[in-house]
Every structure is written in structure tokens, then in C-alpha cells.
């Protein structure tokens, strides 16, 4: 009998009342709905995506900010995925400016030090992205180069879905590769069932499984079904790298409020590539009336079939908000799997 | 974004690396993690972020046993 095939049935066993589990990884996601997980979960179990997508919980406003500096001649270097992200108005891919896609910081770098252009590399990601963008200022980079730091923290987006209660939550699956950077003792604090878990289906349910038995015996705190990439304190070394480069700040994610200490911006010492800092920028709240739900998909109270433009008025082809636009994003993901099906 | 691919270190020319992840083989810095030639890594945007340790590898199977066998405790 395959593995999944058992742990499935165990966890039928287990699961005999309402488990809500929330994931936040993009990753996950893809996973889950690849393999059509969901499908084979006791009824009793729901998993939703929370907001496990850096490019999907970027407001409006930093984009906004982005476009203003290509407007002003400067050169934009970031990820693909953040290129269809509306802004107010238009995106990056649709300004008409300098904008290119890079695979990391390191690419943004090299531009800046073949042109004479001012550079801005756009940096999105969590706890998984943020030491490589510290590696890149410690090393120096040319003068031309600056960085628009939109960086967010996991665990302070879960205090706070957590303090707000309107998911009803009974568990976290922990993201896997934040983990592996961070660890998971800063997640010991939270007063609710987690487990860390891999990215192959079988390593996802088996975070389910471990997730329900620690409901089952009334429980808290963390358990790591991802020990071949996952330690408690993780990547020491980069983490200290971040640190030293980055501080927190308090900052607004799309579809929450500011949440406290959840963004990261460079320290004094490195403020001469932070570009809000250089080219006297600020970022603008952005208040636009749609009826797109992203902010209700990316707080786990909505799905994106729940959605009346899903799949209709909004597709990967013609994305209204951005859980349409990134491949880490529920109603891409889903749109592309086939998942939800259309309401 | 987080999404993020093993592979292994073949060679190390200061802080980058070539790592062989199968089909491909590519540059990878380095700066965030200590490694040598035959050690497996987690590379993400371009970044070691991790090296795998393989005594702590357990398969899927192994560590569903061991779940399964603290809850008959
Ligand atoms: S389907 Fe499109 S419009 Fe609806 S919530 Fe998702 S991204 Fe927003």
C-alpha cells in the first residue's frame, strides 16, 4: 500500500471533529493542489491558504513606488513573478520603463555594475529571501545600486491572524523553507498546534497527521516533519546576516493592517542603498474599490473560488488582483490545477 | 518565491559554487552557508540557503512509523 494511502487512513482515523489548518507558503499550495489532496482529507478537515505569498501581500503602494522611480528614468531589476502586480494605475510590466526580470540580487548587482543608470532591485520574500539580499549589501555593491525593501516576517503575520481569531484556526503548517532559514523556536511561543512540513505530497500529509494528533491530545507548540532541511535554530549564520543588515518596521500587508514589526528595513549604516532614502521617496497607503477578494483569501477566510471574477473576469491571462498574478498565489494556483472548479 | 531546489556542490571557487541538481548544473553563491565539494544544499534565488544534513534525512515512511509509534505510547 503507498505511503500516502496510509497516512490517509490514519488520518481518517484521527480526525473526528472541525480542524481548520492554515498553511503559508505558495509552495504548499501548489503542492496540495497539484496532487489533489484535498480530495483524499477527512471531511471534517479544511485547509486554507494564508498569506504564504511575498509577491501577493505587497500593497499597491510599494508597486506604486517601484513605477515612480522606472518613471523617473531609473532601472528596475526584480522577480518575474512580481512584474503583473497592480499597482494603482499600471505594473511594472506595463509601464514602458527600464524594468528587467532577475533570478536573485546578485543578477540586480551585476546590472548596476555594467551601466551607469541608477539600479533599484524591488525585494519581496520572507525569511527565506531577506539573507540573501543581506549577503548582497555586505558585499558592497557598486554606488549606482539601491534596493526597495519589502520584506515581511512569518511570525508576526500569525500573531496576528491569531490575536484577530476571524479564521478559527486550529493549526499551522509552518512553511518549510522559511523554516529552514529562521528555524522554529520563534514559533514556540504561539499557543496553537504547528508543524514544520516538506513540499511532496507525502510530507504534507504527514504534517496533517501530526497536526491532528496534537489536537487529539490537546496540545500545543511546534513539531517539524521536515528534519532533513529543518532545525530548530536553522541557518544560524544567515539569520545573523539579516540581522545585521536589516531592522524591523512596522508595516502594512495587502488585505491586513500595519502589522508591527513585520516588515524589514536596512540599518542607518546601509542607508545609502535603501532607494525610499536615496531618491527622497515615500510609500503611499492606496485605498482602490474592487471585487476582487484577495485580501479575504490572503487572511484564510475566503477561497478563491469564492470569488465571483475567479476564473471569469479574472484570469493568469488577464489578472485583476494579485493571487491571480503570482505562481505562489491561491487563485493561480488553483485556476491552474483546476481546483474550486467555477461557482 | 520560497520555492527552493536541492542539489549537490561539485565545485567551489570562493563564495560560488556549481551545483549539479540533475538535469542542470549551475552558479550558486554561497555566502550564507558553509559547505564542501559532495555536500547537498537547498538553493533558492540563486542562494545556498541550507545544507541538507543526510543522518537527519529520514524518509517519509521512517518518520511516519516513528508518529505513529509515539501515539501507541
Ligand atoms: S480571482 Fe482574481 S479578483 Fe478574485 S480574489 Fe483572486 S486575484 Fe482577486
Redesign the interface.
Known amino acids: 500500500m503507498g505511503?500516502e494511502r496510509?497516512?490517509s487512513e490514519?488520518l481518517h482515523a484521527l480526525v473526528d471533529r472541525p480542524m481548520n489548518f492554515m498553511h503559508v507558503?505558495?509552495?504548499h499550495e501548489a503542492s496540495i493542489a497539484r496532487s489533489g489532496l484535498r480530495s483524499v482529507l477527512p471531511p471534517m478537515m479544511k485547509i486554507v491558504m494564508g498569506p504564504?505569498?511575498?509577491?501577493c501581500i505587497t500593497p499597491a503602494g510599494e508597486i506604486d513606488a517601484a513605477l515612480e522611480l522606472a518613471a523617473d528614468g531609473v532601472t528596475i531589476a526584480t522577480?518575474g513573478?512580481l512584474m503583473r502586480v497592480p499597482g494603482s494605475q499600471e505594473s511594472l510590466e506595463s509601464c514602458g520603463g527600464d524594468v528587467r526580470i532577475v533570478?536573485?540580487?546578485?543578477?540586480a548587482v551585476e546590472i548596476a555594475g555594467r551601466v551607469k543608470n541608477e539600479v533599484v532591485f524591488v525585494s519581496?520574500?520572507?525569511e527565506?529571501?531577506a539573507?540573501?539580499v543581506a549577503?548582497a549589501i555586505r558585499?558592497e555593491p557598486p554606488k549606482n545600486f539601491s534596493i526597495l525593501s519589502y520584506h515581511r516576517l512569518v511570525p508576526p503575520a500569525m500573531e496576528w491572524l491569531l490575536t484577530q481569531g476571524e479564521a478559527k484556526l486550529h493549526g499551522f503548517i509552518l512553511?518549510g523553507?522559511?523554516c529552514?532559514?529562521s528555524g522554529y523556536h520563534e514559533y514556540e511561543r504561539f499557543p496553537v498546534p504547528q508543524v514544520v512540513a516538506?513540499f511532496?505530497p507525502?510530507?504534507i500529509l504527514?504534517g496533517f497527521?501530526?497536526l491532528a494528533?496534537i489536537v487529539r491530545q490537546g496540545e500545543v507548540g511546534v513539531r517539524n516533519?521536515y528534519?532533513?532541511?529543518v532545525?530548530r535554530d536553522?541557518?544560524v549564520?544567515?539569520m545573523a546576516?539579516m540581522h545585521r543588515v536589516f531592522e524591523p518596521c512596522d508595516v502594512e500587508w495587502r488585505g491586513f493592517p500595519v502589522i508591527p514589526a513585520s516588515g524589514l528595513r536596512l540599518r542607518d549604516e546601509f542607508g545609502e542603498y535603501d532607494a525610499l532614502r536615496k531618491f527622497g521617496i515615500a510609500i503611499k497607503k492606496v485605498t482602490k474599490k474592487t471585487a476582487c477578494i484577495c485580501d479575504r483569501v490572503l487572511r484564510g477566510i475566503a477561497d478563491p473560488s469564492d470569488c465571483p471574477l475567479f476564473g471569469r473576469a479574472c484570469t493568469p491571462a488577464r489578472p485583476i488582483g494579485p493571487c491571480m498574478v503570482?505562481h505562489?498565489g491561491a487563485c493561480r494556483i488553483w485556476h491552474t490545477y483546476h481546483v474550486g472548479g467555477r461557482k | 518565491m520560497c520555492i527552493a531546489i536541492p542539489g549537490e556542490v561539485i565545485e567551489i571557487r570562493d563564495n560560488i559554487g556549481v551545483v549539479d541538481f540533475g538535469d542542470l548544473k549551475q552558479e550558486v553563491r554561497l555566502d550564507l552557508v558553509d559547505v564542501n565539494v559532495g555536500d547537498f544544499v537547498l538553493v533558492h534565488v540563486g542562494f545556498a540557503i541550507q545544507r541538507l544534513s543526510r543522518e537527519e534525512g529520514l524518509e517519509t515512511r521512517e518518520l511516519f512509523r516513528e508518529v505513529m509509534a509515539a501515539m501507541e505510547d
Open positions: 505511503i496510509e497516512i490514519q507558503c505558495g509552495t504564504g505569498c511575498p509577491v522577480y513573478d533570478q536573485g540580487i546578485h543578477k519581496v520574500g520572507f527565506t529571501t539573507p540573501t549577503a558585499a512553511p523553507h522559511v529552514t532559514v516538506g511532496e507525502e510530507e504527514l497527521l501530526m494528533q516533519a528534519p532533513k532541511a532545525s536553522g541557518n549564520k544567515a546576516l503570482s505562489e
